[in-house]
Each structure stands twice: as C-alpha cells, then as structure tokens.
C-alpha cells in the first residue's frame, strides 16, 4: 500500500473549517485513500473514504486532486470535540488473498481551540 | 448495535503472569483485527481472522502471544507469560463482508489498557 505524509499536528479555530492535509504520491490506480481519526483514549473511528471523485458524509468532505496524489479532509465547522490524531491511509481493497489490514501512520494532531 | 465490545477495559497485572484479552465483534462481521498501540510504535496490526480462521500473524511479537476464534462472536488474545514491554492498549476491530471499499471499513472497539508491572 502507498506511504502516506501528514503534517504532525494543526490547530483550527471551533466553528471555523479544519482542512487535514495528506500527500500521497505513489498511489496506485486501485488504491482507495481512507480517513480514520481517534479521539483521545478511544479506539480509532472511521471518517470517510473515496478513490478519485469527491465526497461528503455527515462527519466530512473528502478533496482528492485529479492526479490523485494528495487529498484533503475537510471537517466544515469544527467544534472542540473535534480535537483527535487523524489518520489518513491509502490502501487497496479487495485484493483475493492479500491482506486487509489498516496501516496506521503518525496522523495529524488537530487541535480546535475555543 | 453495540458495537465491538472488549473485555476488560484495563488490567495492571505482574510480570510472569498470563494476560487474557476478549473480543466480540459486530454481529455479521466476517473480519476480526488485533491491534496494539503505544506511544513508541503508533498503531500496529498483530493478526486477523476471516471466518474464525487466523489469515495474517506476521505482527504477533513473539510465542509469548497468541490469539483465537473459537467462534464468529468471539475472539481472545493471550499473553504468557507477561512482560513490562507488553503493556499498551490494545484494540480490536471488525469489519463487513461485501460492500465493496466501504465494506473495508473497520470498527474499532474501546480497547483494554494493559499495565505489566
């Protein structure tokens, strides 16, 4: 799967849009970009997920560039429960006998001050 | 739904003694994930289940550890004997047959908060 670069931690203002970076440069053509963020002292939650179109769910907007190399999760009125490590992972999926694990990098650090 | 449910929530227990660690997941999940997280090491997959049967154990650390499926409702990994090293929380997760890249989707349990003295 694709190695992905996060900055390590961000601020953004409550009610104000947070918007996490994430570069992925070597992406393959099946390889979906995946968002997990995990609040502190609880398990890592799903966001979103998309492949090349943009998308929006009830939690988030997912922008992915048209060369598919870098993405951005778009969290539009963040508010202080916001504030979680958000992990961005590229992966392919429903490849026969290979594995379906989740490699979690470092994430972003986002912090939404009051 | 309840979600994944993990049993205990934290265990302290001494060096040398066996540590078993319990999952249920999400009813009709076919997938069932372990992982461990600490501050050194981040986020790390030890093993994971397909219809109850280990696919992938490359991330067990050690013989120390070992997990089982006895069943689609529930999971257990153990540790024996135990070590200060081994204390981490650790994470259970479960996903859904099917449903293309969303039924990739992982959902992770609350954890158990093991302390190795």
């Known amino acids: 799967d694709a190695k992905t670069t996060q900055p390590t931690s961000m601020d953004c203002a409550e009610g104000r849009a947070a918007n996490l970076p994430c570069n992925h440069s070597?992406?393959?053509?099946?390889?979906?970009v995946y968002w997990y963020r995990q609040i502190h002292s609880q398990g890592p939650q799903y966001i979103i997920h998309?492949?090349?179109n943009n998308e929006t769910n009830e939690m988030a907007s997912l922008i992915i560039t048209e060369d598919r190399k870098s993405s951005t999760l778009i969290l539009p009125h963040a508010t202080l429960r916001d504030t979680a490590v958000y992990y961005c992972i590229v992966r392919s999926w429903g490849n026969s006998g290979s594995a379906r694990q989740l490699t979690f990098g470092s994430g972003t650090q986002l912090t939404v001050l009051p | 739904d309840a979600g994944v449910i993990q049993s205990p929530r934290h265990e302290v227990t001494e060096m040398g003694q066996e540590v078993t660690l319990r999952c249920k997941p999400i009813?009709?999940?076919?997938?069932l994930f372990w992982y461990r997280q600490t501050m050194m090491r981040g986020l790390e997959l030890l093993i994971y289940f397909n219809n109850n049967v280990p696919i992938d154990d490359s991330g067990m650390p050690e013989d120390r550890f070992s997990a089982k499926m006895p069943n689609a409702s529930f999971s257990t990994l153990k540790i024996q004997p135990s070590e200060p090293r081994d204390s981490a929380v650790y994470f259970c997760?479960?996903?859904?047959?099917?449903?293309?890249?969303?039924?990739?989707?992982?959902?992770f349990g609350p954890g158990t908060r093991l302390l190795v003295l």
């Open positions: 009813s009709g999940h076919d997938y």
């Open positions: 997760a479960s996903s859904s047959p099917g449903g293309g890249a969303l039924g990739e989707t992982q959902y």
């Open positions: 998309g492949l090349k």
């Open positions: 070597t992406i393959s053509g099946n390889e979906y």
